[in-house]
C-alpha cells in the first residue's frame, strides 16, 4: 500500500530565507506530484515528476525526484509572503487499488 | 480561473439524502479526477474518467458513484449520505490520462451533511 508523508506539517520562516518541504514515500510510485492549495481556495497543480533525478524549477520553488531513495523535496528559495499556503504531495502508482495517494500536507507560513 | 467548473458551490442536505454534484472539464481536456478533502481525511483521491471510461478508483465508498458524459461533463452521484460525508469535493481536469499532464482543479462544492 502506498503511503505517503511530508515534513514538516507546520513551516514558518522568514522572508529571504530558503527552505525544504519532504515528501517521502514508502513502496514504488509511478510519478509524484506536488501541489498548492491557498486557504479556502482550490488546488493549483505545480510539478510533475515523472523519473528519477526530474529536477523542475518554476520562480522560487523547485522540486525534485529521488525514486531510489523515494524521497522528493520541494525547495524554496528566497521565500516571499505570496509563498504562504499549503503544499500537498502526492504519489501515483498506475493499475493500483488507490492510484493517488496524498501527503497531510505543509502549511508554510512566511513572515516579513 | 483554471477553466473547471463545478455546481453548485455549495449544498447543505439531510442524513440519508441523495445528491449530485457536476463538473465541467477545461474545453479540449478528456480526464476528470473527482477528490475529498476533510479535516479528518486530507485530500483522498476518489475516481477517475477518461473519455467517458473509468480510467483510475481510489477509496471510493459504494455509496458514491460517477460517470463521464458524452460531452465530458462529469457527475459525482453521493448517496445515503452521512454526517462523515461533509467535505470539499473538487473535480479536476486534464488533457490526457497519463504521463505529465498538469491537473486544473475547479472551485470546489462543498457539502454539508446535517
Known amino acids: 500500500e502506498l503511503k505517503v508523508e511530508q515534513n514538516p506539517l507546520f513551516l514558518s520562516m522568514q522572508e529571504g530565507k530558503n527552505y525544504t518541504i519532504y515528501c517521502n514515500y514508502s513502496t514504488t510510485s509511478d510519478r509524484l506530484y506536488w501541489y498548492r492549495q491557498d486557504p479556502g481556495k482550490s488546488l493549483e497543480s505545480l510539478f510533475v515528476?515523472?523519473?528519477?533525478?526530474a529536477v523542475k524549477q518554476e520562480g522560487r520553488l523547485m522540486a525534485s525526484l529521488d525514486t531510489k531513495a523515494r524521497l522528493s523535496t520541494l525547495h524554496i528559495t528566497a521565500a516571499v509572503h505570496d509563498l504562504s499556503a499549503t503544499y500537498f504531495c502526492?504519489?501515483?502508482?498506475?493499475?493500483?487499488?488507490?492510484?493517488?495517494?496524498f501527503g497531510p500536507g505543509t502549511r508554510l507560513s512566511v513572515l516579513p | 480561473d483554471s477553466g473547471v467548473t463545478q455546481t453548485p458551490k455549495h449544498l447543505i442536505t439531510a442524513t440519508g439524502q441523495r445528491v449530485t454534484l457536476r463538473c465541467s472539464p477545461r474545453s479540449g481536456d478528456l480526464s476528470v479526477y473527482w477528490y475529498q478533502q476533510s479535516l479528518d481525511q486530507g485530500l483522498q483521491f476518489l475516481i477517475q474518467y477518461y473519455n467517458g471510461e473509468e480510467r483510475a478508483k481510489g477509496n471510493i465508498l459504494e455509496r458514491f458513484s460517477a460517470q463521464q458524459f458524452p460531452d465530458l461533463h462529469s457527475e459525482l452521484n453521493l448517496s445515503s449520505l452521512e454526517l462523515g460525508d461533509s467535505a470539499l469535493y473538487f473535480c479536476?481536469?486534464?488533457?490526457?490520462?497519463?504521463?505529465?499532464?498538469?491537473?486544473?482543479f475547479g472551485p470546489g462544492t462543498r457539502l454539508t451533511v446535517t
Open positions: 502526492a504519489g501515483y502508482r498506475d493499475n493500483y487499488g488507490q492510484n493517488f495517494v
Open positions: 479536476a481536469s486534464s488533457e490526457g490520462t497519463s504521463g505529465g499532464y498538469v491537473q486544473y
Open positions: 515528476l515523472l523519473s528519477n533525478g
